[in-house]
C-alpha cells in the first residue's frame, strides 16, 4: 500500500482490483480497456474518482474509519494541485504490476466469462 502526502498529512492509498473495478463500473469502461489505455487519466474529474477510491481502499485497509468523498477530494486539489500529479503517479505504479501479475497467470480468465 502507497501513502500520499495531502496538506502536510500522509493519508493510505490503494489501487487494487477493487478500486480499479469499481472505477470502471462507474466509468462504464470495459476493465481491460481501462489498464490499457492511457484515457483513464485524461480528466480531472477521472483522477478525482480514482483518489476517492484509493484513498477510501488505502483506509479500509489500514482499518481506519475515515471516508472521503469526491468533495473532499476536489478540495485536496484546490489546496495542492500536485496532489493531481501524485494521484496519477501512485495509480501507475500500483497498476503496472498489478497488470504484470493478471498477465502472468496460467488461465487468465476472458472478458465474456
Do not use: C
Not at 68 to 76: A, E, G, I
Not at 103 to 112: C, G, K, R
Request: net charge negative; hydrophobic share 40%.
Amino acid at each position: 500500500m502507497a501513502e500520499i502526502t495531502i496538506n502536510g498529512k500522509t493519508h493510505p492509498i490503494h489501487f487494487g482490483l477493487k478500486a480499479i473495478s469499481r472505477f470502471a463500473q462507474q466509468h462504464n469502461v470495459d476493465f481491460a480497456d481501462m489498464l490499457s489505455t492511457p484515457d483513464t487519466l485524461s480528466s480531472f474529474e477521472g483522477i478525482a474518482d480514482l483518489a476517492v477510491l484509493g484513498l477510501n481502499d488505502g483506509a479500509r485497509r489500514a482499518k481506519s474509519d475515515v471516508r472521503y468523498t469526491v468533495d473532499d477530494v476536489w478540495d485536496f486539489f484546490d489546496d495542492d494541485p500536485q496532489v493531481i500529479l501524485s494521484v496519477a503517479e501512485i495509480f501507475v505504479q500500483s497498476v503496472t504490476p498489478l497488470v504484470d501479475k493478471l498477465a502472468n497467470l496460467p488461465n487468465p480468465p476472458s472478458p465474456t466469462e
